[in-house]
């Protein structure tokens, strides 16, 4: 079972920074896609960015030039580094991971609190 393990959060002022982390154990070797949604109180869910096996990204228009997805060289860890960070992206952000063969299904983190003070 693939497990995920979440860090990062935080306050931070606007215009600050913050870097998450999502770290994966377990069925590894299944691990193909890994990204960020986040929520907002009163909002639905949103993908944020993620990052295929071959490091191809995908950014919300929103955070395009602001956030950066990455993920380790094992391709079990990713980070999101968040710079210019602005009270709209106050949310609880969650990783994603989904599984290939032979699961086929996606793995939610805890979720952790991003608060971006005006």
């Known amino acids: 079972q693939v497990r995920l393990v979440e860090s990062g959060g935080g306050l931070v002022q606007a215009g600050g920074s913050l870097r998450l982390s999502c770290a994966a154990s377990?069925?590894?070797?299944?691990?193909?896609?890994m990204g960020w949604y986040r929520q907002a109180p009163g909002k639905q869910r949103e993908l944020v960015t993620s990052?295929?096996?071959?490091?191809?990204?995908n950014y919300a228009d929103s955070v395009k030039g602001r956030f950066t997805i990455s993920r380790d060289n094992a391709k079990t860890t990713a980070y999101l580094q968040m710079n210019s960070l602005k009270p709209e992206d106050t949310a609880v952000y969650s990783c994603?991971?989904?599984?290939?063969?032979?699961?086929?299904?996606?793995?939610w983190g805890q979720g952790t609190q991003v608060t971006v003070s005006s």
């Open positions: 994603n991971v989904n599984l290939g063969p032979p699961y086929y299904r996606a793995i």
């Open positions: 377990g069925f590894i070797n299944s691990i193909n896609d």
């Open positions: 990052i295929t096996k071959s490091g191809t990204t």
